[in-house]
């Protein structure tokens, strides 16, 4: 399986609108690796993009895809559907409905009944717009999945955490965990044991943050994102064989140097940046 990181940020984009911090100059001046788009994954076997946040475009032009078929969303946080608006844009062709032409490819997407419900209630007094994609302009077909769903040969499951989905990869032997965000606490599944891979957001790096803040003990971010000790015992409890981190928030107020070097205190966790290949 080839995975590529489209997006490794947080809710907020790095560099960060208008901000002058040293970061957030870094990453305006040399863009990638420093700069970071909207938290995202791409499945190339199965042409399969993961969350469309805001900035998916500009993330899609800047990454190796050549074909979107299908798309999957984990929740309905803004920084990780309001981009959906790709839809048109990949499939959209008004010379053609000018002809009395609809869309004939639309593309296919899925996830758990929570979230589709959460994602049709999005809409405008003209009405939902997911309903327009899949009703009106055939750009897409929603399905929901309560467990698992194959794709050519590989198996995707879904596991719910509250509001949000972990989506579980396998071809073969091969497993890749992506929990990109909402997903603490981490539930208890044997379909986690033994993963080459866990891909995981929600996760507070570093004591000292952006600006020099430091979080209190009693601060409801310790109580709702993993620590990285917190993410070093999820890599044990299931004995997987490498972590990635994303989600990385403009908050943590490190670069991409600064993560190079965190790398080295670790054994197999790294941390995501836009465009990062996997191969498993």
């Not at 590989?154 to 091969?174: D, N, P, Q």
């Not at 020099?212 to 109580?223: E, N, Q, T, V, W």
């Not at 064989?241 to 140097?257: A, C, Q």
């Amino acid at each position: 399986m080839k995975f590529e990181i489209i997006g490794s940020g947080g809710c907020v984009s790095l560099p960060k609108p208008l901000c002058e911090c040293k970061i957030c100059r870094e990453a305006r001046l040399k863009g990638r690796p420093y700069s970071r788009f909207g938290c995202s994954l791409f499945l190339h076997d199965i042409n399969l993009l993961v969350d469309t946040p805001e900035d998916i475009c500009h993330a899609i032009n800047m990454s190796t895809i050549k074909e979107i078929e299908n798309v999957l969303f984990s929740h309905t946080d803004p920084d990780h559907v309001l981009g959906f608006r790709v839809f048109e844009q990949l499939r959209l062709n008004w010379f053609g409905i000018s002809e009395g032409k609809e869309c004939e490819n639309p593309i296919s997407v899925f996830a758990m009944d929570h979230v589709l419900e959460d994602l049709n209630e999005i809409k405008s007094k003209h009405g939902r717009y997911f309903d327009y994609y899949e009703l009106v302009r055939n750009l897409i077909k929603c399905e929901s999945v309560s467990e698992s769903i194959n794709i050519d040969n590989i198996k995707i499951s879904f596991v719910r955490i509250e509001s949000a989905t972990v989506f579980v990869f396998e071809e073969g032997h091969k497993k890749v965990i992506y929990a990109p965000c909402d997903v603490k606490p981490f539930p208890k599944s044997d379909l986690f044991n033994n993963a080459d891979i866990l891909i995981i957001g929600n996760t507070i790096v570093g004591e000292t943050l952006k600006n020099g803040y430091i979080l209190s003990d009693d601060s409801f971010l310790k109580k709702d994102l993993f620590s990285m000790d917190e993410i070093v015992g999820l890599k044990k409890k299931f004995n997987i064989d490498k972590v990635i981190v994303t989600h990385l928030e403009e908050d943590w107020g490190k670069s991409f140097d600064d993560y190079k070097e965190l790398e080295s205190k670790y054994e197999n966790i790294e941390f995501a940046f836009d465009g990062m290949k996997i191969l498993v």
